[in-house]
């Protein structure tokens, strides 16, 4: 079984910043991409950042320079610096990540529970 667990969430004043942790635990082979999506009330989940394995980043344009997507592969473990943050920025975020996993091998998808990000004064 794969786990994905976020953490580093909570209540930021606008113009602060968090780090979101994401821990990967479970069978896992390779993290072929990680990535950050968040989902605000009454929105579509949307995609803030991903990472390949190659080291190859994208981010949404609303997030650019703000934000930093990073891993660590030997730890499984990816991270959202967010920096400057707006009101516009509060969501749940999600880990999401395609792993190659042990069983098979075979390559799946695979998303965490979320973690809420408040920013407000």
């Known amino acids: 079984q794969v786990q994905l667990v976020e953490s580093g969430g909570g209540l930021v004043q606008p113009g602060g910043s968090l780090r979101l942790s994401c821990a990967a635990s479970g069978s896992i ?5 990680m990535a950050w ?3 605000a009330p009454g929105k579509e989940r949307e995609l803030v ?5 190659g080291g190859i980043t994208n981010y949404a ?5 703000r934000f930093t ?7 499984n473990m990816v991270y ?5 943050l707006k009101p516009e920025d509060a969501a749940a975020y999600y880990c999401n990540a395609v792993l190659v996993i042990v069983e098979g091998p075979r390559t799946e998808q695979f998303w965490g529970q979320g973690s809420q990000v408040t920013v407000s004064s």
Do not use: C, D, F
């Open 49 to 53: 950042a991903s990472t390949t394995i």
């Open 29 to 33: 082979r390779t993290m072929l991409l």
């Open 61 to 65: 344009e609303s997030v650019k320079g």
């Open 37 to 39: 999506y968040r989902q």
């Open 69 to 75: 997507i990073s891993r660590e592969n030997g730890k």
């Open 80 to 84: 959202l610096q967010m920096n400057s």
